[in-house]
Each structure stands twice: as structure tokens, then as C-alpha cells.
């Protein structure tokens, strides 16, 4: 029996993910989950997900001391609102290239690298 084989539910829960652009918590992608697997707990759906993360099919990223999980894998920045949480990503290749670039003459590997600009939504400006 191969060991990385996906399940049913974790299949599932990739799908989801990369239908969406919010960076949802789990127990967003919980709730939305359910809806087909009524069956499914919270517990499952952590599990899945930071099974993901560990085998770098998805992001996962820290905001406010909770787990924000993305399935885009290429090369992006978070903008992050400081006060609702909201995400976008920014795709600037070159800060990324840069950086990677920048890692390798101090003879280090780079394996990833989380970029986080924080600051305030369009939504959130206006209050
Ligand atoms: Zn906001
Ligand atoms: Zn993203």
C-alpha cells in the first residue's frame, strides 16, 4: 500500500483550497469541507492540513497566532490588513528572486520564503 496515497477527504480539502484566494483558516476551510463531507471533523481537517503543508502542497502561515493555509505554490507575497485579517497576494517575482539570490551568497540553501507586508485594507481605510 503506498503510504502518500490522498484520501478521499484530503483530496477534498485541496480542492477547496485551490478554489479559493482568502487563505483560510481550517476552520474556514472546515465549515466549507462539511458541506460535502458532513461527516468530517475539525480535528481531520487540521490534520489534512498541516499533512499538506509538510509535504509543500500548500502554504501555511502564521497571522495573529492562527494558521492561514494557501494552495499557490508560485513564487507570491502576502498583504496582510492588521485590523480584519484580510489577505491578498502580491506577485512580485523579483523580490522573491532577489531574496533567494541574496540567501545563496551567504552559502545557504533557500528552500521557500514568506513575504508579509502588513498594513491596511481598501475596506478596512475607509473607517
Ligand atoms: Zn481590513
Ligand atoms: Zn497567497
Same mark, same amino acid.
Given at each position: ?6 484520501? $478521499?477527504?484530503?483530496? +477534498?480539502?485541496?480542492? @477547496?483550497?485551490? !478554489? #479559493? +484566494? *482568502?487563505? &483560510?483558516?481550517?476552520?474556514?476551510? /472546515? %465549515?466549507? #469541507?462539511?458541506?460535502?463531507? &458532513?461527516?468530517? *471533523?475539525?480535528?481531520? #481537517? /487540521?490534520? $489534512? ?20 493555509? =494557501?494552495? =499557490?505554490? !508560485? ?13 491578498? =497576494?502580491?506577485?512580485? +517575482? %523579483?523580490?522573491?528572486? =532577489?531574496?533567494?539570490? %541574496?540567501?545563496? *551568497? *551567504? $552559502?545557504?540553501?533557500?528552500? !521557500?520564503? $514568506? #513575504?508579509?507586508? @502588513? ?5 478596512? %481605510?475607509? +473607517?
Amino acid at each position: 500500500m503506498k503510504k502518500n496515497r490522498m484520501t $478521499n477527504q484530503r483530496l +477534498k480539502i485541496l480542492e @477547496y483550497l485551490r !478554489s #479559493v +484566494k *482568502t487563505h &483560510p483558516t481550517a476552520e474556514m476551510v /472546515y %465549515k466549507e #469541507v462539511a458541506k460535502e463531507l &458532513p461527516n468530517i *471533523t475539525l480535528a481531520t #481537517v /487540521y490534520r $489534512n492540513l498541516n499533512h499538506l503543508a509538510e509535504n509543500c502542497e500548500i502554504q501555511r502561515f502564521e497571522v495573529n497566532c492562527t494558521s492561514r493555509f =494557501d494552495a =499557490d505554490m !508560485s513564487f507570491h507575497q502576502h498583504c496582510i490588513c492588521k485590523k480584519c485579517g484580510h489577505i491578498q =497576494d502580491l506577485f512580485e +517575482k %523579483k523580490i522573491t528572486e =532577489d531574496t533567494i539570490k %541574496k540567501a545563496r *551568497t *551567504t $552559502n545557504f540553501e533557500p528552500q !521557500s520564503v $514568506n #513575504v508579509i507586508i @502588513y498594513g491596511i485594507c481598501k475596506g478596512c %481605510k475607509g +473607517k
